[in-house]
Structures are given as C-alpha cells and as structure tokens.
C-alpha cells in the first residue's frame, strides 16, 4: 500500500482529508508541523509528502529542503492559500513535484495523487532500464550456457520473486554483484532502491556510520545528521559484499536489525524502523568461519536462507569462448580496433588456464590482449608467460601438496611419452631411462590408460 505523510499545523484539515486518503486506499499518517513530520520521516518510509507551505515552526519550505536532502526518492506535493504563490514557485524550484491551492478539491488532491504515483512508478521502471542497458553494454549480464550457469540463472529467477535473505557463494570475480542484480531486478522490491555497500572497503567504524547513518556531533567531522544505507533500502535491497569482512561487533548489530527491522543511528537514541530484502555475498567459506568463531552462527542462519553459489570459471570452461567473445567486441568498440577473434590454439590454451581472478581476469586480459594486438588476431604467442606455461597442464599443479603434485606430474608425463612412442613400453623406458618393469608397474599404479590426454 502506497504510505502518504501529510504535515500541516491546521488539525481538523489534517483530519478530514487523512480520512479521505484512507477511504481511498493509502496508508496515511498525519504531522502536525515540520518537527513532528521530520521524526516520522527519519523511522518511516513515505511515497509521497503532502505539507503546507505556511506553519508557524519550520515553514513547508524548510520541510521541502530537508526531504530533499535526505530522502531523495519521496515526492513533496505543497500546499499553498491563494495569496502566496510565490513560496510555491520557489517550492517548485527547489524540487517539490507540484503546488495545491486552498481550499482543496477533493478530485483535484486525487488526481494529483494517482498522478505523482504513476510518476514515481515510471521512474523506478526508467532507473532500472538505464542501470540494464548501462550494464549491458558495457558489462554484460550472467553470460554463459553452461550447465552450472543455467542452473544459477534458474535458481536465481525462482528465489528472485520470494523476498527471502540470499547468501551468495564465491570465488572473486565470479559474478557474485550482478546475480544481487538480477535477484533485485526481478524481486517483489524491484520497484525500490537496490542499496550496496561494500563491508571490505572500510574500516570499522566509518563502516558502522556508513550503514548505521549518524546523529550530528556523534563524532569529531559530524557536522550533520546522515542516514544510514538502511534506510536509504527502505523498501528496496540492501546488498551487503564481502560480509565474512564484517567485525563481530557489527556482525551482532545487523543480527538487531535483522530480528527486529529496526536500530538506531551511531549516537543517536532514537529507534528506526525498516524494511528492506538483504543478499550478502563472501568468497569465504562461512560455515568454517563459523566453526573457528570469527562469524555469529545465528547471523549466518539468518542470511543463509537461500544459499546460491556462483561457479568458478574453471568449472565451466565451455562458456570461455562466448566470454572472450563478448569482451572481445566491447574493447575492440571502446578503444575503436579492428575486431579480432582468437585462434584454435590460444583459445585451447585459454580453456585449460586456472582463472584464479575468473571473469573479472579474463574481463581484464581481454583488454590487454586488444590492446597489443594491434588488429591481429589473437595467437597462443600473444598469451603472458604464466598462461601459456600454465595452459600446457590440464590442472593447476599450485593447487596441490607435495605428493598430488609428483603424481600428476608422473601421470602427464608418462603419458605423454608413451603417447610419442605409440605407446610402445620399451622404447619409452629406454628412452627414460627406467626400467621395463619400473615403467609398467607406474603404468598400473598412476592407472595411466591410452586414451589418458597427452
Ligand atoms: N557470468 C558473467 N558474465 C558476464 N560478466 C561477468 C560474469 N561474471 C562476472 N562478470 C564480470 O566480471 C567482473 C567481476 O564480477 P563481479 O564484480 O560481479 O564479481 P564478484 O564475484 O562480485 O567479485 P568480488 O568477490 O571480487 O566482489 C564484472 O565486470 C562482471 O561484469
């Protein structure tokens, strides 16, 4: 239900058309002056703000500046008696949706209402576009078609319309940011703010006003009150990265929040309500931090309602061409080069590397490799060292203990002997400098077969 604060110092106009809004069918709540609006405001979220311009303590233009400031998504409508027109252009200028006049018409407030609705409607609708076509064009969506990829893009659109707190797993730049996207895109809050913060990129404490928001004067440099992300997701989601980062401190706060929907500001006392959907993502295992104690088990219950996992790129080599592809035509547009491809071998070579850094390294080399290529294709010679060498082996051997190691170095090198020598025993221990016997018995125990690769 869409939520209407009206403010005006007038307490039987207050009365009257709050009731009419309601028999209308929105959640109205009335103020009497601009203080009264303005506490409200800080624990409420409203879509639309309906204040007189003329009350004795804070006029409907200090009102209009404030909600302007700090709820930026809420619509001021202002209402203004005859005789003063002029505060209401001013009002008009400094960002109010539209001006009333007193005495009010019933259909005309009506009107308004639907009409500054369907405005608020089509603006989210355009915000979201713009972020789409943005984030198409130049990042691009979930790409792939591999099987554990279809099977992400169908968990996400089935969890996306529940509303439940999702944690999503993985590895550094797997797509964990645009999966929170597209959970958000396709959510019932779709139509709010999509609120992100990042719990790796501060310290602790400006991380707590960041989030919490903040009184003026809680701290040294807090010259003015500032909400927190909370409550700017206010109907949205808010979309926590990295939170295995967060202290244990703030990871008992959020718990707060969580249970309760509501806090209160870094050294403010008076308590907030809301309401938002919350995604976090890690890429660490936080069910082992759990278990050492470094992270709240309640809190990971609470967050880990739906846990989606984003697959690393090495478990779905298939989708390295369409990538490569895709970043191929986005640099070659952007830095306005030839179009180029890669050939059979680097791409041969690109499958078996180790993408530690997934699509953000291979984002990354994309824009490297069209840079020195200078409309050439692109060939295993033009590959850096490390992946070539890497891309020789079809695992990443620094990945491994000791032991591991040895024995698939054993396995890949036997065999590619043997495969040289068409598998003829003698010629390879010979050529090896091993025994016949030795060769053979390595043969069973590494279970190297002749349709073992290389
Ligand atoms: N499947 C994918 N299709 C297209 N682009 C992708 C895909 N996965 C990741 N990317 C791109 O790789 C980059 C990194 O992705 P993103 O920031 O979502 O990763 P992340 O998992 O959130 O990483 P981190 O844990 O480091 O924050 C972005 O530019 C993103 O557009």
């Not at 890429?283 to 309640?298: A, H, I, M, P, Q």
Request: hydrophobic share 40%; aromatic share 8%; charged share 30%.
């Amino acid at each position: 239900m869409k939520r209407i604060l009206m403010i005006d110092d007038d307490l039987s106009f207050l009365k009257i058309y709050s009731e009419i809004l309601k028999g209308s069918g929105y959640d109205t709540v009335t103020a009497y002056g601009g203080p009264e609006a303005l506490e409200l405001l800080e624990e409420e979220y409203f879509d639309i703000v309906i204040t007189d311009v003329a009350m004795p303590e804070m006029n409907g233009i200090e009102v209009l500046k404030r909600i302007k400031g700090e709820y930026p998504s809420t619509l001021v409508m202002m209402l203004t008696g005859e005789g003063s027109i002029s505060g209401a252009v001013e009002a008009m200028e400094l960002g109010a949706y539209t001006y009333l006049i007193k005495p009010l018409e019933i259909d005309q407030l009506l009107l308004n209402i639907k009409r500054a609705l369907e405005y608020l409607e089509l603006n989210s609708e355009n915000q979201q576009l713009k972020s789409r076509i943005s984030s198409l064009g130049h990042e691009g969506r979930l790409i792939g078609s591999s099987a554990p990829i279809a099977e992400l893009r169908e968990q996400i659109m089935k969890t996306a319309p529940t509303n439940a707190n999702v944690l999503i797993t993985g590895e550094s730049g797997t797509g964990k940011e645009i999966i929170a996207d597209l959970l958000h895109e396709n959510g019932l809050n779709k139509g709010g703010p999509m609120i992100k913060v990042n719990c790796a990129a501060l310290a602790e404490s400006v991380l707590e006003s960041e989030i919490f928001g903040h009184e003026k004067g809680a701290f040294t440099g807090a010259l003015a009150a500032k909400p927190g992300r909370f409550e700017l997701a206010r109907g949205g989601t808010l979309f926590l990265d990295e939170i295995g980062e967060l202290s244990l401190k703030l990871q008992s706060k959020l718990l707060r929040v969580l249970q309760e929907k509501e806090f209160e500001r870094v050294g403010g006392t008076k308590t907030i309500k809301v309401d938002f959907r919350l995604i976090a993502a890690t890429n660490r295992e936080l069910s082992k931090e759990v278990e050492k104690g470094t992270f709240r088990e309640d809190l990971y219950y609470r967050i880990n309602v739906v846990p989606l996992v984003s697959p690393p790129l090495r478990e779905r080599t298939e989708d390295i061409p369409v990538l490569l592809e895709h970043y191929l035509e986005i640099y070659c547009k952007e830095l306005k080069k030839a179009p180029v491809k890669v050939t059979e071998q680097a791409m041969e070579i690109l499958k078996k590397y180790h993408w530690k850094g997934n699509v953000r390294e291979l984002k990354n080399l994309t824009e490297r490799l069209v840079v020195f290529s200078d409309g050439r294709d692109i060939n295993a010679e033009m590959l850096p060292e490390e992946i070539r060498g890497q891309g020789n082996w079809s695992q990443d051997f620094r990945q491994m203990d000791f032991q591991e190691a040895k024995r698939y170095f054993e396995k890949e090198y036997l065999s590619y002997m043997l495969k040289k020598n068409q598998w003829n025993i003698s010629v390879t221990a010979e050529e090896i400098k091993i025994a016949r016997k030795n060769l053979q018995l390595k043969i069973k125990q590494l279970n190297i077969r002749k349709d073992t690769k290389k």
